[in-house]
Nanobody, 124 residues
Framework: QVQLVESGGGLVQPGGSLRLSCAAS????????VGWFRQAPGKEREFVSS?????????YYTDSVKGRFTISRDNAKNTVYLQMNSLKPEDTAVYYC????????????????WGQGTQVTVSS
């Protein structure tokens, strides 16, 4: 069983940057793909980005964050990062990470071991 803890959220002005971390317990973390999702008040949880567990990991992004967000993983540290640049007010949400045995999927139902989330607020 993998347990995940997100961190790195906060309040940032439009155009600013944050780096989120998803730290995992369990040595099997490297066997899973990891995804980042977000949920704004009154909205459904939506896919943001994912990274596969393969060597030369493949990355995936929702269109609204392409070119601004970068996902990466450090299996030695059991951690996945989401570097978020050029943040916009519409990026405001609670960000969650989760793992999946299905590489590259955006389906929230195929992810598990959800963390508690970290709040990102983009506001002037």
């Amino acid at each position: 069983q993998v347990q995940l803890v997100e961190s790195g959220g906060g309040l940032v002005q439009p155009g600013g940057s944050l780096r989120l971390s998803c730290a995992a317990s369990g040595s099997i973390f490297s066997s899973y793909s990891v995804g980042w999702f977000r949920q704004a008040p009154g909205k459904e949880r939506e896919f943001v980005s994912s990274i596969t567990n393969w060597s030369g990991a493949s990355t995936y992004y929702t269109d609204s964050v392409k070119g601004r967000f970068t996902i990466s993983r450090d299996n030695a540290k059991n951690t996945v990062y989401l570097q978020m640049n050029s943040l916009k007010p519409e990026d405001t949400a609670v960000y969650y990470c989760a793992v999946s045995a299905v590489g590259g999927t955006r389906n929230v139902g195929l992810y598990g071991s959800w963390g508690q989330g970290t709040q990102v607020t983009v506001s002037s």
